[in-house]
């Protein structure tokens, strides 16, 4: 039996397939039993880490909505406790402009260290107007920088889920810093978690989805590059995910015309010109036919 997840977000949906249960399916075998390295194990557990960061995000952040970086001035020395003092009296003084605007202030951060030794923060924060100018008041300990979402999460979730590289780590080590204090993220508690509706599944209903293409719902269309389909590793079993985008008026494609050159008869699509009419329109050398003998 198969067991069929389904997020749902404002402008997109996520569907995952995977069997259910400890047996399998029907005609599909496991694999040799092999042992799990520590290695395979960090690589899924970063997998899941990344998973869960997107739809987080897309849950509660939008398209407009800002990715901030706060930062000191260049040689300044902060203990990771000064830092942290420092944000959270800023996020005191966030929290109060946020609910003077009437909304709640909803926050992703994470809090690392730089190539030589500066700590800085970034930051994914919902919109109110004017947020600009209240963190550059607020914010008096160096320079704020502030780009607007552009709608790509899977990028953002893997930035804000990186592991840290083995030059921060000896930096870390260096300063008497914790990995786990420091090189994280952590949310506002109003965040929306988002949970799956979950179905289940025959196996022949799962064996015509994986035999046959997908079929996007009305008004989505499937993101091609976000379908994964394979073997599960560990279990040997087959799996299925994949991504739909909510259609706007740039998505509908247009049908495609073919036309036909009148000289040589070559097909091309109507916005492109064949090298026959090129060579004519420019003015170079005639293009010989067989007709044309």
Not at 26 to 37: A, D, S, V
Not at 245 to 264: A, G, M, N, Q
Request: positive net charge.
């Amino acid at each position: 039996m198969y067991v069929l997840d389904t997020y749902l977000f404002p402008d997109s949906r996520e569907y995952e397939y995977k069997y259910f249960g400890n047996y399998g399916a029907k005609g599909e075998g496991r694999l040799p039993k092999k042992k799990i390295t520590p290695e395979q194990i960090a690589r899924q557990n970063q997998t899941n880490k990344v998973k869960k960061i997107r739809r987080t995000i897309k849950a509660n952040f939008s398209q407009g909505d800002y990715w901030i970086t706060l930062t000191y001035p260049k040689d300044t020395a902060k203990t990771i406790e000064e830092v942290m003092t420092d944000i959270k009296k800023l996020m005191e003084k966030l929290r109060a402009a946020y609910k003077k605007a009437g909304v709640s202030c909803k926050w992703i951060r994470r809090i690392e260290i730089g190539s030589r030794g500066g700590i800085h923060a970034h930051m994914i924060l919902n919109r109110i107007d004017g947020l600009d100018v209240t963190l550059a008041n607020l914010w008096t300990h160096g320079h704020v920088n502030i780009e607007l979402l552009d709608g790509d999460c899977d990028k953002l979730a893997e930035y804000i889920a990186k592991e840290p590289t083995d030059q921060q780590r000896k930096l870390m080590h260096s300063l008497n810093i914790k990995e786990s204090t420091l090189i994280r993220y952590s949310c506002s508690r109003n965040l929306i978690r988002p949970v799956p509706e979950r179905e289940y599944k025959s196996h022949k209903t799962m064996r015509s989805i994986f035999n046959n293409d997908l079929k996007p719902s009305e008004g989505f269309y499937i993101d091609r590059d976000s379908i994964i389909k394979g073997i599960n590793w560990v279990t040997g079993m087959s799996y299925l995910s994949y991504e739909e985008k909510r259609c706007t008026p740039s998505d509908r494609s247009e049908p495609v015309r073919i036309c036909e050159c009148p000289h040589c008869h070559q097909l091309t699509l109507m916005s492109v010109t064949c090298d026959c009419m090129r060579r004519r329109r420019y003015g170079r050398s005639k293009h010989i036919h067989n007709n044309d003998q």
